[in-house]
C-alpha cells in the first residue's frame, strides 16, 4: 500500500501515536491525537525526547530499557506510566510499545491514552475498601456485602451476624442475593436493591428468628455496585421495648395521679373550707396547716403529671415560637393569689420577647416561682422577676429572699447527672424545669442572691 495510506491511519487513529528513536528517545513524529493529548504544538513535538514527558520523582513499574528489551522478545508491551504535559500537569496514560526495525536504525512506536479517570476509580476503590476494612474493624457485630449488577457479591466483609444471611459475608462471594436471602424478605429488599444501583440510600428493619437487624444500602458506583450493610441492633430494640413498657406504666400511674389523687385532694379541700366556722381558734392554725398541705399537694400531682406528659409524649414537645411576656405575666399572678403572704414583683418591664419554646413553659415558670415562695424561712416571702432580652436570647432572673442554695447544691438540686431525681436535695419540679428548658435548647442555672436567697436564671433562645 502506498506510504499516504499509512500516513493516514497514522493521523486518524482514535489513540496518541508517537515514534522515536530507541538509542537516543529523541522524537521523530507524533499524531495530531498525541499532541492534543501532551499539549505541544506538532512543529514542536519533534525538537522533544522522551524523557522531557516523563515524570522524573516516580517509582517506575520498568524503565525504557526494560521495556525495549520486552516489546522485543514479546512483539509488544503495554503498562501504565505518569507522563507530564506541556503545562505540567501529570496524568495516567497507558502506553502500549512496539518496535520497528528499518535499514539504519530501530525505532519505536508507541501508542497512548489518557486513563486517568480509570485510574482514580481504582484508586477511589482501593480508598473505599480501606475505609470499610476500618468501619468492619470498629464495627465487628456487622456484616458488609458488595453487589455487582447482576446482584452476585463481589466481596463480603466483617465478622458477620450469626442467625443471619449474612452470618460469614466472605462466605457469600460469587452467590445471587436469591441463594442465601430468606424467601419472605426476597421481594421486600430487591426493590430496594434495584434502586441504590440508581443511585438511591435505604435503611430498613427486618427481623430474623430472635434478633433485628439493621440494613443500610448505598451506591458504590452508579448501575455497576451497591453497597449493603448489616447491623445488629437486637439489643436496641430491647431497649425500646422495655422503655415502650415503662412509658405506659407511666401513663397508668399519670391517670392515677391526676384523677383519682386529685379527686381526693378536692374532697379534702371543699371539707377543710367547711370546717374554718367550727374550729375554735386554738384549732384553727392547725386547719390552716392541713389546708396548706392540701395544696402542696395539689401542686405536686399538677406537676407529676406535667412531667410525665412531657416525657411520655402525650403533649407536643416541639418548640414554636412563644411569647413570654404573657406566660410568665399570668403565673406570677396565679402565685400572688395563691401565696397571699408573698410579694411577687417585676423590676422594670417585661419586654414582648418571642423565644423558641412551647406552652410548657408555663410549668417551667410556674414550678421556679412556687419554689420561690414555699422554700422561704421568711414570715413574708418577696419575689422579684426581671427579664432581659438580648440578640440571641432572653433571660428570665427570679429571684428570692430565703435561705439560698449551697454552692455543692447548685447542679444537685437540678437532679443532673448520674442520678437525676435520685440525687440529693432534687425535687421533681426543679427537674421537670431542667429537663424542659433543655428541650427547648436553653438553659437554667442558679446564683446567690444578696444579702441572702437565690436567683434561678432560665435562658432561652429566641425564636427565628
Given at each position: 500500500?502506498?506510504?499516504?495510506?499509512?500516513?493516514?491511519?497514522?493521523?486518524?487513529?482514535g489513540?496518541?501515536?508517537?515514534?522515536?528513536?530507541?538509542?537516543?528517545?529523541?522524537?521523530?513524529?507524533?499524531?495530531?491525537?498525541?499532541?492534543?493529548?501532551?499539549?505541544?504544538?506538532?512543529?514542536?513535538?519533534?525538537?522533544?525526547?522522551?524523557?522531557?514527558?516523563?515524570?522524573?520523582?516516580?517509582?517506575?513499574?520498568?524503565?525504557?530499557?526494560?521495556?525495549?528489551?520486552?516489546?522485543?522478545?514479546?512483539?509488544s508491551?503495554?503498562?501504565?506510566?505518569?507522563?507530564?504535559?506541556?503545562?505540567?500537569?501529570?496524568?495516567?496514560?497507558?502506553?502500549?510499545?512496539?518496535?520497528?526495525?528499518?535499514?539504519?536504525?530501530?525505532l519505536?512506536?508507541?501508542?497512548?491514552r489518557?486513563?486517568?479517570?480509570?485510574?482514580?476509580?481504582?484508586?477511589?476503590?482501593?480508598?473505599?475498601?480501606?475505609?470499610?476494612?476500618?468501619?468492619?474493624?470498629?464495627?465487628?457485630?456487622?456484616?458488609?456485602?458488595?453487589?455487582?449488577?447482576?446482584?452476585?457479591?463481589?466481596?463480603?466483609?466483617?465478622?458477620?451476624l450469626?442467625?443471619?444471611?449474612?452470618?460469614?459475608?466472605?462466605?457469600?462471594?460469587?452467590?445471587?442475593?436469591?441463594?442465601?436471602?430468606?424467601?419472605?424478605?426476597?421481594?421486600?429488599?430487591?426493590?430496594?436493591?434495584?434502586?441504590?444501583?440508581?443511585?438511591?440510600?435505604?435503611t430498613?428493619?427486618?427481623?430474623?428468628?430472635?434478633?433485628?437487624?439493621?440494613?443500610?444500602?448505598?451506591?458504590?458506583?452508579?448501575?455497576?455496585?451497591?453497597?449493603?450493610?448489616?447491623?445488629?441492633?437486637?439489643?436496641?430494640?430491647?431497649?425500646?421495648?422495655?422503655?415502650?413498657?415503662?412509658?405506659?406504666?407511666?401513663?397508668?400511674?399519670?391517670?392515677?395521679?391526676?384523677?383519682?389523687?386529685?379527686?381526693?385532694?378536692?374532697?379534702?379541700?371543699?371539707?377543710?373550707?367547711?370546717?374554718?366556722?367550727?374550729?375554735?381558734?386554738?384549732?384553727?392554725?392547725?386547719?390552716?396547716?392541713?389546708?396548706?398541705?392540701?395544696?402542696?399537694?395539689?401542686?405536686?400531682?399538677?406537676?407529676?403529671?406535667?412531667?410525665?406528659?412531657?416525657?411520655?409524649?402525650?403533649?407536643?414537645?416541639?418548640?414554636?415560637?412563644?411569647?413570654v411576656?404573657?406566660?410568665?405575666?399570668e403565673?406570677?399572678?396565679?402565685?400572688?393569689?395563691?401565696?397571699?403572704?408573698?410579694?411577687?414583683?417585676?423590676?422594670?418591664?417585661?419586654?414582648?420577647?418571642?423565644?423558641?419554646?412551647?406552652?410548657?413553659?408555663?410549668s417551667?415558670?410556674?414550678?421556679?416561682?412556687?419554689?420561690?415562695?414555699?422554700?422561704?424561712d421568711?414570715?413574708?416571702?418577696?419575689?422579684?422577676?426581671?427579664?432581659?432580652?438580648?440578640?440571641?436570647?432572653?433571660?428570665?432572673?427570679?429571684?428570692?429572699?430565703?435561705?439560698?442554695?449551697?454552692?455543692?447544691?447548685?447542679?444537685?438540686?437540678?437532679?443532673?447527672?448520674?442520678?437525676?431525681?435520685?440525687?440529693?436535695?432534687t425535687?421533681?419540679?426543679?427537674y421537670?424545669?431542667?429537663?424542659?428548658?433543655?428541650?427547648?435548647?436553653?438553659?437554667?442555672?442558679?446564683?446567690?442572691?444578696?444579702?441572702?436567697?437565690?436567683v434561678?436564671?432560665?435562658?432561652?433562645?429566641?425564636?427565628?
Amino acid at each position: 500500500m502506498p506510504d499516504s495510506y499509512y500516513k493516514s491511519v497514522f493521523e486518524n487513529i482514535g489513540d496518541g501515536v508517537l515514534v522515536h528513536d530507541v538509542e537516543t528517545g529523541e522524537i521523530l513524529d507524533a499524531n495530531q491525537q498525541y499532541c492534543d493529548l501532551l499539549g505541544y504544538p506538532p512543529d514542536e513535538m519533534t525538537d522533544l525526547y522522551v524523557d522531557d514527558l516523563v515524570v522524573e520523582d516516580w517509582e517506575w513499574p520498568a524503565t525504557p530499557t526494560e521495556l525495549v528489551e520486552a516489546a522485543r522478545e514479546d512483539g509488544s508491551v503495554s503498562t501504565e506510566w505518569h507522563l507530564k504535559r506541556e503545562s505540567g500537569e501529570r496524568f495516567w496514560a497507558e502506553v502500549t510499545v512496539s518496535l520497528i526495525e528499518t535499514d539504519t536504525d530501530e525505532l519505536a512506536l508507541a501508542s497512548v491514552r489518557d486513563v486517568t479517570e480509570r485510574k482514580e476509580q481504582q484508586q477511589a476503590r482501593k480508598r473505599f475498601e480501606k475505609l470499610y476494612r476500618t468501619l468492619v474493624e470498629y464495627l465487628p457485630a456487622a456484616g458488609i456485602v458488595i453487589l455487582d449488577s447482576d446482584y452476585r457479591v463481589t466481596a463480603g466483609l466483617g465478622q458477620g451476624l450469626p442467625g443471619t444471611p449474612v452470618s460469614d459475608p466472605s462466605s457469600l462471594i460469587g452467590m445471587h442475593v436469591e441463594e442465601f436471602v430468606p424467601e419472605a424478605h426476597y421481594e421486600t429488599v430487591m426493590p430496594i436493591y434495584a434502586s441504590a444501583f440508581e443511585g438511591e440510600q435505604s435503611t430498613f428493619e427486618a427481623p430474623y428468628e430472635d434478633q433485628w437487624v439493621r440494613i443500610y444500602v448505598a451506591p458504590i458506583e452508579e448501575g455497576e455496585e451497591i453497597l449493603v450493610l448489616a447491623v445488629d441492633i437486637t439489643e436496641q430494640k430491647e431497649q425500646e421495648a422495655a422503655l415502650a413498657e415503662k412509658t405506659e406504666q407511666l401513663e397508668v400511674l399519670n391517670r392515677i395521679v391526676s384523677h383519682d389523687i386529685r379527686n381526693d385532694v378536692m374532697v379534702v379541700q371543699g371539707w377543710s373550707e367547711q370546717l374554718r366556722d367550727h374550729v375554735s381558734a386554738e384549732d384553727e392554725a392547725a386547719l390552716q396547716r392541713v389546708i396548706d398541705a392540701n395544696d402542696h399537694i395539689r401542686e405536686l400531682t399538677q406537676t407529676a403529671s406535667t412531667f410525665v406528659e412531657a416525657i411520655t409524649g402525650d403533649r407536643d414537645v416541639a418548640v414554636e415560637p412563644t411569647r413570654v411576656k404573657p406566660i410568665l405575666t399570668e403565673e406570677i399572678e396565679k402565685k400572688r393569689t395563691g401565696f397571699e403572704d408573698a410579694t411577687f414583683a417585676v423590676d422594670g418591664s417585661i419586654p414582648d420577647a418571642v423565644a423558641s419554646a412551647n406552652e410548657m413553659l408555663a410549668s417551667v415558670f410556674g414550678n421556679l416561682l412556687t419554689n420561690a415562695a414555699r422554700h422561704n424561712d421568711t414570715p413574708e416571702p418577696t419575689v422579684e422577676i426581671s427579664v432581659t432580652e438580648g440578640p440571641e436570647t432572653v433571660t428570665v432572673s427570679i429571684a428570692d429572699d430565703g435561705p439560698g442554695i449551697s454552692d455543692d447544691q447548685k447542679d444537685t438540686i437540678f437532679g443532673r447527672g448520674e442520678k437525676g431525681l435520685e440525687s440529693s436535695g432534687t425535687g421533681i419540679g426543679l427537674y421537670l424545669v431542667d429537663s424542659l428548658v433543655t428541650e427547648f435548647d436553653g438553659r437554667v442555672w442558679v446564683t446567690d442572691n444578696e444579702p441572702t436567697g437565690a436567683v434561678f436564671h432560665v435562658e432561652l433562645p429566641l425564636a427565628d
